[in-house]
């Protein structure tokens, strides 16, 4: 069984680009999350995404966006870069909307 | 959702048994309590969930007392390998009908030689 997979592992990129991480969930999971953790602090949740569709959000602006594709696999856009978006963002997927979550290694973003 | 207080840090050493407790005093009655463990540049890692009593598993125990106002991890005979960041989380998962884990800063637990 495969667990959850996310690409690329850092990313370099300049404030105003804008930037698409991608997460594999683990077989037979139908549901994703993403987080963003910032240096030193605990994840925040970002949004859930099951069956295609947006499921829940957390405090996040508009620029952050995703999509989940048939295979439940995830992107995450995020546009107009700002320097505070360096974190390391998490993608987590589960069984269902309440299952427990298994998290991916994460993807390293530093925006300068 | 409840607000959970833990310490920031905490020293222990080979062996020994490691207590970390969460302080929750606003738990509403829905709410579970849940640690995760998360290591430098992964992702967290469900340890152990609760909702009264005691619970254990494989890893490790939780004590969550009478009136659910504080919870305490209990690691028996630590390793190095687990030196790790350590959250405890308390909310009702999932309400809104989608599961959001509400994380707060953590436990850093340092384990020495």
């Known amino acids: 069984e495969t667990g959850v997979t996310q690409s690329p592992t850092h990313l370099i990129k300049t404030r105003g680009q804008q930037v698409t991480l991608r997460c594999s969930s683990q077989s037979g999971h139908n549901t994703v999350s993403w987080y963003q953790q910032a240096l030193g602090q605990g994840p925040q949740f970002i949004f859930q995404y099951y069956r295609e569709e947006e499921n829940g959000r957390g405090n996040f602006p508009p620029r952050f966006s995703g999509l989940q594709f048939p295979n439940y696999s995830s992107e995450l856009n995020v546009n107009a870069l700002e320097l505070d978006d360096s974190a390391l963002y998490l993608c987590a997927s589960s069984p269902s909307t309440g299952g427990e979550q298994y998290f991916g290694p994460g993807t390293r973003l530093t925006v300068t | 959702l409840a607000k959970t207080t833990q310490p920031i840090s905490m020293d222990s050493y080979e062996g020994q048994e490691v207590n970390i407790t969460c302080s929750h005093n606003?738990?509403?009655?829905?709410?579970?309590i849940t640690w995760y463990q998360q290591f430098p540049s992964q992702g967290p890692r469900f340890i152990i969930q609760?909702?009264?009593t005691k619970v254990t598993n494989e890893v490790a125990s939780l004590f969550i007392p009478a009136d659910r106002k504080s919870s305490t991890l209990s690691l028996p005979r630590v390793s190095l390998s687990d030196t790790a960041v350590y959250y405890c989380?308390?909310?009702?998962?999932?309400?809104?009908?989608?599961?959001?884990?509400?994380f707060g800063a953590g436990t850093r637990l340092a384990v020495h030689p």
């Open positions: 606003n738990i509403a009655t829905n709410d579970y």
């Open positions: 989380l308390v909310g009702d998962m999932f309400s809104g009908g989608y599961n959001k884990l509400i």
């Open positions: 609760g909702y009264k």
